[in-house]
């Protein structure tokens, strides 16, 4: 499966961007999508999974009660809404595919080319 991200930007503390990754591929209900994020020094961190289903969601704590993630899986897009952002969550943003749940980045062998999202102060 191919994943291209869009709608990243320069956002100010308290505004809301929406994430998008559209899927290439037969199999995209097939996959967990991840949302991962990594900023300049860190890890590549995962910030939400959802299930093939689109039922059930894993959200990191730093992001829970602010961001939503789901899935279209007629359109093959998953969704990153985030809302009340804050300077701590620039980063660049990936969408990735796994077919089993893991939080660990090198479980994923689908990723997109990421797409930068600032947050000012």
């Known amino acids: 499966v191919q994943l291209v991200e869009s709608g990243g930007g320069l956002v100010q503390a308290g505004d809301s961007l929406t994430l998008s990754c559209a899927a290439s591929?037969?199999?995209?209900?097939?996959?967990?999508m991840a949302w991962f994020r990594q900023a300049p020094g860190k890890e590549r961190e995962a910030v939400s999974i959802?299930?093939?289903?689109?039922?059930?969601?894993y959200y990191a704590d730093s992001v829970k009660g602010r961001f939503t993630i789901s899935r279209d899986n007629a359109k093959k897009t998953v969704y990153l809404q985030m809302n009340s952002l804050k300077p701590e969550d620039t980063a660049a943003y990936y969408c990735?595919?796994?077919?089993?749940?893991?939080?660990?980045?090198?479980?994923?062998?689908?990723w997109g080319q990421g797409t930068q999202v600032t947050v000012s102060s």
């Open positions: 990735a595919a796994c077919a089993y749940f893991s939080i660990n980045a090198i479980d994923y062998a689908h």
């Open positions: 591929g037969r199999t995209f209900d097939g996959y967990r």
């Open positions: 959802i299930d093939q289903g689109g039922v059930s969601a």
